[in-house]
């Protein structure tokens, strides 16, 4: 018996491509609080880093494959109407690239790199809530507006400090763990939420 379901391919792949999004930025995020903390609390920072990672990579893969596998039972409209967010997801996507990519660009430019990080976390965080519209997810503007308050304080952290033995870039350690953290907590908001849906 075929996967028969409300939700069109198109919604399917869409929240599959949304848990890979927070994953592999959530991985880099992590990566620059955990090059940043200078082995601070070695190994474990890294394994857990290493386990949200590869269990939401899971949780990507299977929505993947249960799209794949879906007997659509849809309207042409509502086909069309999914089909039309992907697209917008793409170009909010693609602007908040371009956002970043100009940010990068001007911090080199006026000397400013430490600030890249707070203001990078600013930019996804903003770009959080118009995805938040346009999925009619009001989740997103919670994971906006912490990455916003992240990258906000975080410009008011020392940029260097030492706990105890350890010299270490306490900015890129709280940007970082903070928007990595936050970023996998919304993948999994994406998982189980659409398994509830595949469910019902």
């Given at each position: ?50 386990v ?37 997801f ?24 430490e ?86």
């Amino acid at each position: 018996m075929g996967n028969l379901v409300k939700l069109p391919k198109a919604a399917l792949f869409g929240a599959a491509n949304g848990v890979m999004f927070m994953t592999f930025f959530g991985a880099l995020w992590s990566a620059i609080g955990i090059i940043g903390s200078n082995k601070l609390g070695a190994p474990w920072p890294l394994v857990l880093s290493g386990v949200a990672t590869l269990t939401l990579l899971i949780g990507a893969i299977t929505l993947f494959g249960k799209a794949s596998n879906v007997n659509n039972v849809t309207t042409l409209k509502k086909k069309e109407k999914w089909n039309k967010i992907n697209r917008n997801f793409g170009i909010i996507c693609g602007l908040e690239g371009l956002a970043i990519l100009i940010a990068s660009v001007l911090c080199n430019l006026f000397d400013r790199f430490e600030v890249f990080f707070p203001i990078m976390a600013i930019i996804v965080g903003v770009h959080f809530f118009p995805l938040a519209r346009l999925f009619r997810e009001n989740f997103y503007y919670g994971t906006g507006a912490v990455l916003s308050i992240l990258g906000i304080i975080s410009l008011f952290i020392p940029l260097n400090t030492t706990l105890g033995d350890v010299s270490l870039i306490a900015r890129s350690t709280f940007i970082g763990f903070g928007s990595a953290l936050t970023l996998w907590v919304t993948g999994l908001r994406i998982w189980i939420t659409m398994l509830k849906q595949l469910k019902e």
